[in-house]
Structure formats: C-alpha cells, structure tokens
C-alpha cells in the first residue's frame, strides 16, 4: 500500500515537473534572417553559413545574392538552392534585388530585365520580391522619383501577376531628401499602388534619416507587409530603438514576417545572429507568427 502511494507521488510529481517544463521551454517564434548580414561568410562557405543561421534559431530567410546575368543564388539555380535551405530547416522567403535605373534605361529594357528576374525567381519559391535601394536619379528630382513609382507600380503588377508581392526597402535618404515639401519616402508611399507595391520598413535606417518606424506605421496602415528587425549592431544591445514600441504596431502595419539584418558586430558574425535572434525570441511582445 505504502509502495503504491509513493508510486502515485512520484508518478504526479514528475508529471508536474513535465507541464513546467513544457510550460518554461522557449518557443521558436518564426524570423527570418536577410542573408547580407554573413556574406562574408557565406562567401567563404555557404553550407556551414546556413548551417549557423538554422541553429541560431531562425526560421527562413531573404536573399542578397541574385545574379541576373547568370540567373542564379549564390552561384545555384533557384531550386538547389531552396532544397538546400528547405533540408535545413529554412524557407525562403524574400529576396533583394535591384533593377536598372528607369530614369535612363529604356522602358523597355527595364521591363524585359524585370520578366527575367521574376521567371527566375519562381523556382526559389519566394514570396516577396524587394528592391533595396534607387539609383541616384530618384533623389535628384521630383520627376526622377516619379520615374520609380511608375516603374515600381508596373513592376508590381507583373510580380501579382506571378503570384509574388513587391516592396520597396528604404534607408536613411528616403527619409531626408525633400520635394516640394514632401519626405520621398511619403511621396512613394502617396504615389505607389498598394494592391501593386508594399514598403520594408527598416527601423533601423528610418530611425537615423530622422523618422521613427511608429510614426510611418501608423500613418500608412497596411503599406509595411515586411520590416527590417536592426539595431546599431546585436538587436536591442544599443538601447537606442524601442522595439516593444514599434512591435505593438504590427496588426496596424500589415506585417506578415520580420526579418534580422545586421551590418556591424561587436561578438563573431554567428555569435552575433544568435544574439539577435534569442533576444527577439525571448521578447514577450514578439508574437510566435504574424504570417498565419
């Protein structure tokens, strides 16, 4: 009798002991990882880098490495390298890329460039297509920037068309380059198409052109369908940038996935990700999924 309760107690402590366990274990919340922030790595050996990022914790990424010419990611085809990714855990996501310049090249041109890249990228998979900056041309004048959205508007209609979104990423520029008393970057998001075009937000960049994220996400709800997760260096390490703040505003912005990119280490390159990512992880205003 003895031996049965002790058996009993045993039995339900160690089911207690399980439920807090379950209960405590940290949940892999889905960020993805912009891959330009181990190029250095990457270039040295890409196998072992996306090894690193998958056991930092992130649960896809976005791509920096598009060769037009060649048609190619990282020196593969667009299916090698999303089985590469996928046998590792890793969806792929989005992709940077960047197109000729519409103020000089011929419409033409530019759009048979566009065609390719989109027929390239079908076979990655992607979902997201983003253009990561503007030639100079854009920040010259009200009608080279007019120039962009035209282009962007069209470029977006062919991505629908193809089953991808296209978005425009910004940095610092876009936030202090004036026309006519408009911000560029109010000018695009005013003269863009949104069922054509969306915005990354970097809440990085925009901070330092002088315009917090919160502000841009809640004056144009359901432009930001992808942020740009980044601080000075490690996310949250510099203190300069409320992330709570600007994650609050997620439902509002339209946001769907939020990517880590980092340009600047203080640990080593996968130290450093792993950083970024277990403090995003560990943040209880991050939710699990905002794609669902």
């Known amino acids: 009798m003895v031996r049965r309760i002790l058996t009993t107690i045993i039995m339900a402590t160690a089911s207690v002991f399980s439920m807090v366990s379950c209960a405590t274990e940290p949940v892999q919340k889905e960020i993805g990882l912009q891959l330009y922030s181990i190029r250095d790595q990457i270039n040295e050996d890409l196998d072992t880098s996306l090894d690193a990022v998958a056991q930092a914790g992130y649960t896809f990424v976005e791509m920096a490495g598009y060769n037009a010419q060649e048609g190619t990611f990282y020196g593969m085809s667009g299916e090698a ?14 992709s940077h890329i960047n197109g000729p310049d519409p103020n000089v090249t011929p419409w033409e041109e530019c759009m048979a460039w566009w065609d390719k890249a989109i027929a390239d990228h079908l076979s990655t998979g992607v979902l997201y297509i983003v253009q990561p900056s503007m030639w100079k041309s854009a920040y010259e004048s009200l009608e080279g920037l007019s120039g962009y959205c035209e282009l962007f508007n069209a470029v977006g209609e062919k991505c629908n068309n193809a089953g991808i979104r296209f978005g425009y990423h910004n940095h610092a520029h876009e936030f202090t380059t004036v026309f006519d008393d408009v911000v560029l970057y109010d000018y695009m998001l005013q003269n863009t198409d949104p069922q054509k075009v969306f915005f990354q937000i970097d809440v990085f960049w925009s901070q330092v052109g002088g315009a917090p994220a919160v502000e841009y996400l809640e004056k144009y709800p359901g432009r930001f369908e992808l942020w740009h997760v980044k601080d000075d260096k490690e996310i949250g390490a510099s203190g300069k940038i409320d992330f709570q703040a600007i994650y609050e505003k997620a ?31 560990n943040a209880p205003y991050v939710k699990e999924s905002y794609s669902e």
């Not at 390298?81 to 989005?94: H, P, Q, R, T």
């Not at 439902?251 to 792993?274: N, T």
């Open 251 to 281: 439902e509002i912005s339209g946001l769907k996935y939020a990517i880590v990119e980092q340009e600047a280490f203080d640990l080593e390159p996968f130290e450093s990700i792993k950083a970024s990512y277990d403090y995003l992880n």
């Open 81 to 94: 390298f999303k089985e590469l990714c996928n046998a590792k855990g890793l969806d792929v996501i989005s």
